[in-house]
């Protein structure tokens, strides 16, 4: 049966459902216009086998911005992605491709977004998503010739705008909210209002196959993913993530409750977790809180908050760790980054080591979780500094749960604003990842040695760190380091370091295929 909209998620993304399928179905749905989720992501997951897990954890993401890696990939399963991306668009009426597209889903759409354009010329093209924060992002796309709009900002009113005009015969390049190629150039079609958080319908999770998310040992496998803010209240200068969005908006408290109410109706017996996909919940305090009150006082709802990411900030007291703790948050996630408050001012991370410490304290208190993010090797950290922060794990061990030390040290996040001062800041134009400052005291080689002196320093505290999401902390050693020197140049170190890869992994087949065209550009 053909539709006239498809909604698709490329990989790479997460083995949960995509929360923007979701709530761009539901638009369409509230709408009155026909549309289907298709994500390909975990079917191509499933399809590929339990062997290439390793292609999915998220920490090894690089792998999908290599296109040689996208085209073996996808070039695999080109019946599977025709039968759920092509066909099911109708041959002879226009109709509707949107993809929701981040950094690493980038060349798999692109990819897709050809086999659809060469399949149904017929069909409208849309990209969207966080991706497009980044204006070349944006004109490399729409060059590609298979991308005919990319939709800016908050999406649901933009897809149900497009939609209609397709289905009433008109021109969707006349909808606001859209960058499209005019005369050669990248135009906008107006700008869009951002949406009321409240008035969203509710996500629409029964377009998707959850049965689907039942991978073994997946962590989010009964969690009820909601995105209750858009933005953030702080403006760190490595920040890359809150850049979609302009300052902090947020669902109220009763909004968020309906919505999990809703949710645990519809699917009973699905979900005893919830996670927050927002990248700071705790940036209203009052919508916490009320959100808190109305669990307790209903005692159908029992879940347990997982990874809630929150800013460290003097109002998270123990009064108010021990409310949410009541209400099931259980687990609490702080950018905690240095020990030192010299880098935190670098950083401007709006909190002092002081003030991290109290909060820390307290959440252990209240009876949650408390898992604490660092980083190694800030522009400008010195050694002094690295030795605060090890001190100040030194203190906060006892009352922090899980250390999850970065194992990108520090990336040159590309809509960050420090990526902005790469030049003032001394840092060279080279990898987001294994960049180096141009004086050479801060090299990618200099911050593992960091962040394996911290990692030592953990296991002589006893203290938890974290070991990643899902693939072996050995195996990323050596692949990262491998990646470094092939960036660098080096293609002997490379070599050597993806030979160590094979020694752990040695069905690894990526390893395998990058060994081969390094031996190949040597001969
Ligand atoms: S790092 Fe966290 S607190 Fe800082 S701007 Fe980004 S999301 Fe906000």
């Known amino acids: 049966m053909t539709t006239p909209a498809l909604l698709i998620q490329c990989p790479l993304w997460g083995f949960v459902p995509p929360i923007s399928l979701a709530q761009l179905t539901a638009s369409m749905t509230r709408a009155g216009l026909p549309a289907r989720a298709v994500d390909l992501n975990i079917g191509l997951f499933h399809r590929r086998g339990a062997g290439h897990r390793h292609t999915w954890a998220w920490e090894n993401n690089t792998i999908w911005l290599d296109d040689a890696v996208v085209a073996d990939v996808l070039g695999a399963h080109d019946d599977y992605i ?30 897709v977004a050809r086999r659809v354009k060469a399949l149904r010329p017929k069909a409208f093209v849309l990209f969207g998503g966080q991706a497009f924060a980044e204006p070349e992002r944006i004109e490399r796309c729409l060059r590609s010739g298979v991308v005919d709009a990319v939709a800016l900002g908050d999406g649901e009113e933009t897809v149900v705008d497009v939609a209609r005009s397709l289905s009433q015969g008109r021109a969707p390049e006349s909808c606001p909210g859209l ?126 908050w997982e990874e809630v990411n929150c800013v460290v900030r003097p109002e998270m007291d123990l009064k108010t760790l021990r409310l949410m703790r009541a209400a099931g948050c259980r687990r609490i996630t702080y950018g905690i980054e240095s020990g030192s ?29 408390a898992t604490a993010n660092f980083m190694f090797g800030y522009p400008g950290e010195t050694e002094a500094d690295f030795e605060e922060t090890l001190e100040f794990a030194r203190r906060v061990h006892p009352f922090v749960d899980m250390f999850y030390p970065s194992r990108t040290f520090v990336t040159m996040e590309p809509l960050s604003p420090m990526a902005r001062r790469r030049e003032e800041l001394g840092v060279d134009d080279g990898h987001d990842v294994y960049w180096s400052t141009r004086d050479g005291t801060n090299t990618y080689p200099v911050r593992l040695a960091r962040y394996e002196r911290f990692s030592r320093l953990l296991k002589e505290l006893g203290a938890n760190e974290s070991p990643g999401v899902n693939s072996s902390l050995e195996l990323w050693r050596w692949s990262s380091l491998a990646q470094y020197h092939e960036q660098r140049g080096d293609a002997r170190q490379a070599r050597l370091c993806y030979e160590e890869c094979l020694k752990l992994d040695p069905d690894g087949a990526l390893v395998r295929a990058r060994l081969a065209r390094l031996k190949e550009a040597a001969s």
């Open 179 to 304: 960058r499209v190629l005019r005369g050669g150039a990248v135009v906008s079609t107006g700008e869009r209002e951002p949406v009321d958080l409240d008035a969203l319908p509710f996500l629409d999770y029964a377009a998707l196959d959850l049965a689907a998310y039942d991978v073994p040992d997946n962590l989010y496998q009964r969690s009820l993913m909601i995105m209750a803010s858009r933005g953030c209240i702080r403006r760190c200068e490595f920040c890359g993530n809150r850049a979609p969005w302009e300052g902090y908006r947020f669902m109220s408290g009763r909004r968020i409750y309906d919505e999990i109410r809703h949710q645990l109706a519809a699917h009973p017996g699905r979900f005893s977790e919830l996670k927050f996909y927002d990248i700071v919940v705790n940036g209203d305090m009052r919508r916490i809180r009320e959100l808190c009150e109305l669990i307790i006082a209903d005692p159908s709802v029992k879940l347990s």
């Open 82 to 111: 025709v039968s759920s991306c092509v066909d099911p668009l109708p041959e002879d009426a226009p109709s509707l491709a949107g993809f929701s597209v981040n950094e690493c889903s980038m060349r798999s759409s692109l990819h």
């Open 341 to 369: 408050d010299r880098v935190l001012r670098l950083m401007r991370k709006g909190q002092t080591a002081a003030m991290a410490e109290r909060v820390l304290r307290d959440t252990h208190q209240a009876g949650l979780v």
